[in-house]
């Protein structure tokens, strides 16, 4: 079965540091790989996602995410956090089906 | 950016009673989904919808757990006789289609308390 692991629950950064979110996978085939953020009193919007090809995805709001299948990893990153980045991520494998198979999230906080 | 819509934001309900949790999916999408987060848990796949069938339901999706798409526009999850386990957060989420290109939209979630 597949899975997903974020290592780090609470996460705190100052405004205008770097950023890297931790995520690691379980899964048997080539996986479709997600990354979303959730704000307060919002629902999960999709940052990017991986499924074949260059393993360094962009996405949204700067935000970049490099998938290295011989660590099992899809981490995301930004060079620059900006105190509106401060939220929930979540990173994200999907099966053959439709089913997305969630980490427990990371709480991200922006120091000014 | 189209949205998907949930409502209530809010329920509470008394255990045994049942609830119906509406989503209305953006227009032209095909394929419908619920998912639940209990508090400091991760969110949990219940139940996917194409063609007004299940296409897929994980084991958190029992006989007490229903979906349903009355009309075109909405799409309803059923609780038949609520738990206390039950409480969570509910979200719908819609995608056009299910190849490379889908692209998952959720709503805000609906929160969901049993007492």
Redo the contacts between chains.
Sequence with gaps: AQSVTQPDIHITVSEGASLELRCNYSYGATPYLFW?VQSP??????LL?Y??GDTLVQGIKGFEAEFKRSQSSFNLRKPSVHWSDAAEY?C?VRDA?????????TRLMVKP | EPEVTQTPSHQVTQMGQEVILRCVPISNHLYFYWYRQILGQKVEFLVSFYNNEISEKSEIFDDQFSVERPDGSNFTLKIRSTKLEDSAMYFCASSASTGSNEKLFFGSGTQLSVL
């Design positions: 979303y009193g919002q629902g999960l919007q999709l996602k499924f074949s979540f994200a089906g439709n089913m997305l198979t969630f980490g427990g999230g």
